[in-house]
Nanobody, 124 residues
């Protein structure tokens, strides 16, 4: 059973930084894609970033390119989302997600595993 546990959310002023962590357990993740989605109040859930576990290829939503960086640490099965230059529009619940297909495109369609979410609030 795959478990994803997020941490690192909180309240930050515009222009500040936060780092989210996603600790994964239950499987060997070498063939997985892991990443983050977010859902702002009153809006649909949207893709933020993804990393291919095996070769570290990364993908980003246009809205966060140049500001967010996704990475993974194999030894501790943890994915990270470094968020810099945060804006009020980044305020959302951030969900870690994982998919065993190894395909970024399948991950976008709907990851097989989700974390419980962590709140990020950016004040202006």
């Amino acid at each position: 059973q795959v478990q994803l546990v997020e941490s690192g959310g909180g309240l930050v002023q515009a222009g500040g930084s936060l780092r989210l962590s996603c600790a994964a357990s239950g499987r060997t993740f070498s063939g997985y894609v892991m990443g983050w989605f977010r859902q702002a109040p009153g809006k649909e859930r949207e893709f933020v970033a993804a990393v291919v576990w095996s070769d570290r290829r990364t993908y980003y939503a246009d809205s966060v390119k140049g500001r967010f960086t996704i990475s993974r640490h194999i030894a501790n099965n943890t994915a990270y989302l470094q968020m810099n230059s945060l804006k009020p529009e980044d305020t959302a619940v951030y969900y870690c997600a994982a998919d065993s297909s190894g395909s970024y495109y399948y991950f976008l369609r709907g990851p097989g595993y989700w974390g419980q979410g962590t709140h990020v609030t950016v004040s202006s």
